[in-house]
């Protein structure tokens, strides 16, 4: 059977870099992205497969059954990737009640969807339902605590976090109760092209451009680590094709890095790279703001059983990575610039008052 890949989510950051993959490795498979196209969602990002034969967008939501349905069945798809999620954790402080309709709400919409039009077509072998989730499952790690494995018991520390656990158990359910084809992966901080602005680098990018402060909570040392989307979406590639049913994989970019020393690796690259910044040094910029409340000290991830198992490692390292991601954003103000609208601005402002 040939591959015909729903992706949800697949006009936001993750999503749109893994259809990118996916479209220029698989010419000959049929991708269909829905997405809501919220305010994280962006159809630029896809504009150019938008008309292409193999390749279908349709706007919607993952909640709306009756939509699902008529997608799984007039598409014949038989492998689902699933990125569609609310994601931003000041977000999620701030109005948790999307988090759950979007993160648990809507993933059930997808499995039980999923399942009738799998089991419809005589539970066929060659189905997949691929759950795209977080490191921050798991909570928090102390400065010597052993990286997160796929054993570590959950322990959600924010509205976000918890949302994304709860879809997890329905996920990890379906298979354990109807025999259901799923995966699910767990993946550190990611970082690179066609990141909304809201979230840590690509806000430190733009604000550096444009002469604004660069807020870093509490004292700058809470640690992540850091995997390139790239090298995430390569590793969602294997995981579909190689990943056995049932099974969680985790998927890290072995670069832990406390955000201060990012954000001062982001402002030499800027210094380097940008030759008319605003304000120069960069790294004039740095303002400690006030924490984030519940905020985690540490995320780390043990790659190690999709090493093994499936034989992947990441190749980007975080220098590279940094160094890819700044370029990108630096011949892309076009798309950025237009992201940088009224209600994001309120958003911020609320934010970092």
Known sequence: MSTRLLVTGGAGFIGSNFVHRWCELYPDDHVVVLDALTYAGNIANLASFVGQENFRFVQGNICDRELVDKLLEEENINIVAHFAAESHVDRSIMGPGAFVQTNVVGTFTLLEAFRQHWEANSKNGDFRFLHVSTDEVYGSLGTDDPAFSETTPYAPNSPYSASKAGSDHLVRAYYHTYGMPTIITNCSNNYGPYHFPEKLIPLMCINTLIGKALPVYGDGKNVRDWLYVGDHCSALDVVIHR???????????????????????????????????????????????????????????????????????????????????????????????????????????????
């Open 243 to 353: 990943g056995l049913p049932g099974e969680t994989y985790n998927i890290g970019g072995n670069n832990e890095v406390k955000n201060i020393h990012l954000v001062e690796m982001l402002c030499e690259l800027m210094d380097e790279l940008a030759p008319d910044l605003p304000v120069r040094p960069a790294k004039k910029l740095i303002t400690f703001v006030k924490d984030r409340p519940g905020h985690d000290r540490r995320y780390a991830i043990d790659a190690t059983k999709i090493k093994t198992q499936l034989g992947w490692t990441p190749s980007i390292k975080v220098e590279q990575g940094l160094r890819l991601t700044v370029e990108w954003y630096l011949n892309h103000r076009d798309w950025w610039e237009v992201l940088l609208s009224e209600e994001y601005k309120a958003y911020y402002r609320e934010n970092y008052r």
